[in-house]
């Protein structure tokens, strides 16, 4: 079946630009999980839904950041005034249930380059 | 202190040699933890869960030690396949995951 999609894969803006980053779930998972990684880094969290919940966005490295699912499948992650150091590998996970011992499921990843 | 370290590596082996990782955590109360594959510009994969009492994959065997809180990967008879980055993952009570940054095997004939 179809896994978790993300677009675009890549994008290139200018600095002060805003971004929008798109993620597809597996159908019918409750969660979701946005993460950060940087080059040589581990994914960071930054935020997670459960359902069309943000139960937690304590990862999200400032204001210009911002994720919604509004009706609890596709999401978006937005990014206000891009700055340099915002350039990484933006990845949306999913899974089937809320729990932590459920597997996560990775999409692609949107590779941002902030110039 | 990072919550979850990892030795970054390259860890550089032959073909067939056994290779073994570690995963040290601060969180006395980390509760999950997982081993995830991460190929060149891929997404991580899910390789396997921990438990307590240990387990075993094929070649792949993951072990939790509590009482010095650390994880350890296992591999056995390696492979040029698998060539990649291993993350550990530990969720410290809750359902925010910690990743570490990942240590690299490199397989060479």
């Known amino acids: 079946g179809a896994g978790v999609s993300q677009s675009p894969r890549y994008k290139v803006a200018k600095r002060g630009q805003d971004v929008a980053l798109r993620c597809d779930p597996i159908s019918g998972h409750v969660s979701l999980f946005w993460y950060q990684q940087a080059l040589g880094q581990g994914p960071e969290f930054l935020t997670y839904?459960?359902?069309?919940?943000?139960?937690?966005k304590s990862g999200l490295p400032s204001d210009r950041f911002f994720a919604e699912r509004p009706e609890g499948s596709v999401s978006t992650l937005k990014i206000q005034r891009t700055q340099q150091e915002d350039s990484a590998v933006y990845l949306c996970?999913?899974?089937?249930?809320?729990?932590?011992?459920?597997?996560?499921?990775f999409g692609p990843g949107t590779r941002l380059t902030v110039l | 202190r990072k919550e979850v370290e990892q030795d970054p590596g390259p860890f550089n082996v032959p073909e067939g040699a056994t290779v073994a990782f570690n995963c040290t955590y601060s969180n006395s109360a980390s509760q999950s933890f997982f081993w995830y594959r991460q190929d060149c510009r891929k997404e991580p994969k899910l390789l396997m869960s921990v438990y307590s009492s240990g387990n075993e994959d094929g070649r792949f065997t993951a072990q939790l030690n509590r009482a010095s809180q650390y994880i350890s990967l296992l591999i056995r008879d390696s492979k040029l396949s698998d060539s990649a980055t291993y993350l550990c993952v530990v969720f410290g009570g809750s359902y925010i995951p910690t990743f570490g940054r990942g240590t690299s095997l490199i397989v060479h004939p």
């Open positions: 996970a999913s899974s089937s249930r809320s729990g932590p011992t459920d597997t996560q499921y």
């Open positions: 839904f459960q359902n069309e919940a943000q139960l937690d």
